[in-house]
């Protein structure tokens, strides 16, 4: 079964520090892997992704690490702020296949001023 | 560029009824993809549309069908609805050749 298992389920972390939100996937046939940031009451935004082909990709204070070997990869945000608070998905597909998305469980981010 | 929008917002219907949600693409967008999200979940494939056709299925009965309209709207319809259908219904937009799904803000449907 197509799996990916995210980690953790919940993060509390103060203004300015970093949160680390992780995944590990089965599929090895996946080659894309974005990640989603989700308000309450709204649909999953996406946030960056990654293709196999690099190991890390920056957007401002978002950064995917991607570990090929390891079949991992995480997001970190830098100086997280309360505006940052959501939950986040990550998600990953074979773009060959039609990017069907499987997502995984979610993390719920809270930041603390 | 107008972005995926759905309707209803939010639905009430009773157990055994039929239920059809409806989501427009966003503009140059030719691919829907529905999900359902169960509260404190993870978004759930529950099957895509590309150029009119099914184009792959998640592990869904088929009393949930769809269909998708030359102007690439989409309608998800779920038949016989179960207690369990419960949940946040999401649809997602892309185009062939990039990997990007944009979703709408999703249409709550509570089985009662």
């Known amino acids: 079964q197509q799996q990916v298992k995210q980690s953790p389920q919940s993060l509390i972390v103060q203004k300015g520090g970093i949160s680390i939100i992780n995944c590990a996937y089965e599929n090895t046939a996946f080659d894309y892997f974005p990640w989603y940031q989700q308000f309450p009451g709204k649909g999953p935004a996406l946030l960056i992704a990654?293709?196999?082909?690099?190991s890390e990709k920056k957007e401002g204070r978002f950064t995917i690490s991607f570990n090929k070997s390891a079949k991992q990869f995480s997001l970190h945000i830098m100086d997280s702020q309360p505006g940052d608070s959501a939950t986040y998905f990550c998600?990953?597909?074979?773009?060959?296949?039609?990017?069907?998305?499987?997502f995984g469980g979610g993390t719920r981010v809270l930041v603390k001023p | 560029e107008t972005g995926v929008t759905q309707s209803p917002t939010h639905l009430i219907k009773t157990r055994g009824q039929q239920v059809t949600l409806r989501c427009s693409s966003q503009s140059g967008h030719n691919t829907v993809s529905w999900y359902q999200q169960a509260l404190g979940q993870g978004p759930q494939f529950i099957f895509q549309y590309y150029r009119e056709e099914e184009n792959g299925r998640g592990n869904f009965p088929p009393r949930f069908s769809g269909l998708q309209f030359p102007n690439y709207s989409s309608e998800l319809n779920v038949n016989a609805l179960e207690l369990d259908d419960s949940a946040l219904y999401l649809c997602a937009s892309s185009s062939t050749g990039t990997g990007e799904q944009y979703f709408g803000p999703g249409t709550r449907l509570t089985v009662t």
């Open positions: 990654i293709r196999p082909d690099v």
């Open positions: 998600a990953a597909s074979k773009e060959a296949a039609g990017n069907k998305l499987t």
